[in-house]
Nanobody
Framework: QGQLVQSRGGLVQTGDSLTLACVDR????????MAWFLQAPGREREFVAA????????HYADTVKGRFTVSRDNAASTAYLLMNSLKPEDTAIYYC???????????????????WGQGTQVTVAS
């Protein structure tokens, strides 16, 4: 099944940039689509971005389009989320997820994602 290990997040200021990383230690990284979700206090987990197995297809939530970039390095079994122009409303715990397929499986965290990272807190101060 494998394990997804996320890099640390942190406390940043409005307008700052931050990159999150997610390493797949299961050995099947290049066959999986990858996605990022966030969860703010008291709210359900929400879709942020996703990338298919070869990086040729990417999807973003409307709230992050133009600011966030999802990417992957299959040789390093690592997915990335580059977050630019961060806003206080981006504050949340961010999770990476491995899809059960090689292509995008949708924005619902309950469907199509079989492996999750441990989550990392990102706090954007105003």
């Amino acid at each position: 099944q494998g394990q997804l290990v996320q890099s640390r997040g942190g406390l940043v200021q409005t307008g700052d940039s931050l990159t999150l990383a997610c390493v797949d230690r299961g050995g099947a990284f290049s066959t999986r689509a990858m996605a990022w979700f966030l969860q703010a206090p008291g709210r359900e987990r929400e879709f942020v971005a996703a990338i298919n197995w070869d990086g040729g297809d990417k999807h973003y939530a409307d709230t992050v389009k133009g600011r966030f970039t999802v990417s992957r390095d299959n040789a390093a079994s690592t997915a990335y989320l580059l977050m630019n122009s961060l806003k206080p409303e981006d504050t949340a715990i961010y999770y990476c997820a491995a899809g059960t397929r090689s292509v995008f499986t949708g924005t619902n965290y309950k469907i199509g994602y079989g492996l999750w990272g441990q989550g990392t807190q990102v706090t954007v101060a105003s």
